[in-house]
């Protein structure tokens, strides 16, 4: 919005927070759009379904084996009493961070949303209870049939809580195996075998767990056997080789610059600040990240690597042709 109408969008967003009207017709409408939405990013997504079945795979106790966007039952039977009381319980000042960035002054910002907040109730909010995942102690696997060419392929270890002291070289881990044409991963798998048109690895972090994943797109016909040996020969690797200096100033330069670019915009900047005041508690934690990425060392990295990446844990998760469409 043009800095001059800031009074405006504070207006606007603080009535959405109480004056919600319940139109069922509205909402029947909307309730289309979501399970089109459904449709669209995991019913007939590869990756879309691969993501929800390593979920499914992965979390067995956990709060986070519930898709947020739920399933299509869920769609079709949300009662509007339901939204009602979840609208009520939850959408109250108490509950919410309200960001702004951009051309503004501070004071006038500040007095602007006690004008418009302060008169809402807060509301005494549920107590929610989340459950945690159960330590998972064999390796599992997960196929789902659809109509495609050729495997998409996961494999998927538990990782850390958002909060843990091992994200930081977890990431790099991560992004040495996986991240760019530059990656281990790449170099053997893509690149040197031609055994797929795509690879990455990512370490993902929530409140209660994370997950540390694999992914490829196979080519045609590739046995997934011989990519998962590959695979699991590069970790061995750097499980018991040290990265070297060379290679380690190179992930730390990446982060460094993905840390930059993705504060670029002043969308970015208000969502990077908000994610860290509704996680931590504290927006300011924004601005220590540079300096722990700095402070893993190559023994960090092969400390996590024998820590989190455990055979027993291992989830292997693959999108596979139907039956007569090619190799599985």
């Known amino acids: 919005m043009p800095s001059d109408k800031l009074e405006l969008i504070i ?17 029947d409408s909307e309730r289309e759009v979501v399970k089109e939405e459904r449709r669209m990013r995991y019913d007939n997504s590869v990756y879309g379904s691969l993501f929800e079945l390593i979920t499914t795979t992965i979390y067995k106790t956990s709060s986070y084996r519930w898709p947020v966007i739920g399933y299509m039952a869920d769609l079709n039977d949300t009662k509007i009493d339901e939204l009602k009381s979840f609208y009520y319980s939850y959408y109250a000042p108490n509950n919410a961070v309200v ?7 501070i004071s006038q910002a500040k007095k602007l949303i006690e004008k418009y907040y302060e008169p809402i109730f807060r509301q005494d909010l549920p107590q ?6 159960t330590e998972q102690k064999s390796t599992r696997t997960a196929r789902l ?18 909060d843990h002291s091992d994200v930081y070289a977890l990431d790099l881990l991560a ?17 040197n075998n031609e055994l797929a048109t795509s690879v990455s690895m990512s370490s993902h972090n929530s409140n209660l767990s994370g997950e540390l994943s694999f992914y490829a797109s196979l080519k045609p016909n590739v046995s997934v056997h011989r990519v998962l040996s590959l695979l699991d020969d590069e970790l061995k690797k750097i499980k018991t080789i040290l990265v070297a200096e ?17 504060l670029q915009t002043m969308s970015s900047r208000a969502q990077a ?15 220590e990240d540079i300096d722990k990425y700095e402070a893993v060392t190559a023994e960090d990295i092969r400390r996590v690597a024998n820590t ?21």
Do not use: C, H, W
């Open 128 to 133: 929610i209870k989340l459950e945690s995942e």
């Open 273 to 287: 600040l908000a994610l860290n005041e509704i996680i931590f508690g504290d927006y300011r934690k924004l601005f």
């Open 145 to 162: 049939e659809k109509d495609v060419q050729s495997v998409t392929l996961a494999v998927v270890y538990p990782g850390v809580k958002v």
């Open 99 to 105: 960001v702004i960035a951009g051309d503004v002054t």
């Open 246 to 262: 060379k290679e380690l100033e190179k992930l730390k330069n990446q982060v460094e610059l993905s840390y930059i670019r993705g």
């Open 308 to 328: 989190y990446i455990i055979p027993s844990k291992k989830n292997i998760v693959q999108i596979v042709p139907k039956k007569g469409s090619g190799r599985q």
């Open 11 to 27: 207006d606007i967003e603080s009535d959405r927070m109480r004056n919600l009207l319940f139109d069922i017709s509205e909402i």
């Open 175 to 191: 992004s040495a195996m996986g991240s760019g044409s530059s990656s281990r991963l790449y170099k053997r798998i893509v690149y």
